[in-house]
């Protein structure tokens, strides 16, 4: 199952697609809640949210669907990530179709949320994803 996803800190990992049938492994792995940051519809064959939604309520886990696409980052959907972190509790599983969406919508929630800048890029990068070019970004949410 760790194959699955890469740990971020100990309150939420980031993950590649999964599929409804990976719920219970997650579950069993100590995940709480699961945070869909990909957009219905991205590619062939993906599970629609309300596939993966059903699929973890069917072992008890929180499911919110915080959808990011091609669009620009705003303010309200870093909000939305913020609000779903919290509600879907700790820890939380992120994907994404790769996962770097999803841990870069982390750092950010994180950010606003005041914590450290070097420390969220640390943590990415020791998960395997690159967020240098979002330093100054996350630290500037970070100050406020």
């Known amino acids: 199952m760790t194959d699955l996803y890469r740990p971020l800190d100990d309150r939420a990992a980031a993950a590649p697609q999964i ?3 990976d719920m219970a492994a997650i579950r069993d792995a100590g995940f709480v809640g699961i945070v869909n940051n990909r957009p219905d519809g991205e590619e062939s064959g993906q599970p629609a949210h309300a596939e993966i939604a059903a699929a973890a309520a069917a072992v008890g886990l929180a499911c919110i669907h915080v959808p990011l696409g091609r669009e620009p980052l705003t303010d309200a959907l870093i909000a939305k990530m913020r609000a779903a ?10 994907f994404c179709r790769s996962g770097t969406r999803s841990t870069t919508l982390w750092a ?4 606003d949320a005041g914590r450290d800048a070097d420390e969220l890029v640390r943590l990415a990068g020791a998960a395997g994803y690159d967020l240098a070019p979002l330093r100054d970004t996350l630290a ?3 100050a406020g």
């Open 108 to 111: 950010l929630a994180e950010a």
């Open 19 to 21: 599929l409804p049938a």
């Open 85 to 94: 972190l919290d509600e879907v509790g700790q820890p939380a599983f992120l």
């Open 140 to 142: 500037a949410r970070a």
